[in-house]
């Protein structure tokens, strides 16, 4: 019995191996992560690069978003050219 658990990843009644270990931490942080609440956007004023215009422009329509890593950033358009611009990182 001890040898057949063994051979498949299992060892003295764990029922998962390291692998799908993993898959499970990760699909759980991702879950959880999705249920985050985004901060509503309120007049968040954040320069941004456009790398269309070449150069650092006020976002317009700015919105506060939470990356899948769980990094805060803030995504936008350029007011010159509606090309769509990211910071990452939180907002001043």
């Given at each position: 019995?001890?040898?057949?658990?063994?051979?498949?990843?299992?060892?003295?009644?764990?029922?998962?191996?390291?692998?799908?270990m993993?898959?499970?931490?990760?699909?759980?942080r991702?879950?959880?992560?999705?249920?985050?609440p985004?901060?509503?956007s309120v007049?968040?004023?954040?320069?941004?690069?456009?790398?269309?215009?070449?150069?650092?422009?006020?976002?317009?329509?700015?919105?506060?978003?939470?990356?899948?890593?769980?990094?805060?950033?803030?995504?936008?358009?350029?007011?010159?050219?509606?090309?769509?611009?990211?910071?990452?990182?939180?907002?001043?």
């Amino acid at each position: 019995m001890n040898a057949v658990l063994k051979q498949k990843g299992a060892y003295y009644g764990h029922l998962f191996n390291s692998f799908d270990m993993r898959l499970f931490r990760h699909k759980l942080r991702k879950a959880l992560i999705s249920m985050a609440p985004i901060p509503p956007s309120v007049n968040i004023m954040v320069e941004a690069y456009c790398v269309k215009c070449r150069k650092k422009v006020e976002m317009k329509n700015a919105q506060a978003v939470t990356m899948k890593n769980g990094r805060p950033a803030n995504k936008g358009e350029c007011p010159g050219c509606g090309t769509g611009v990211y910071r990452i990182g939180k907002s001043k």
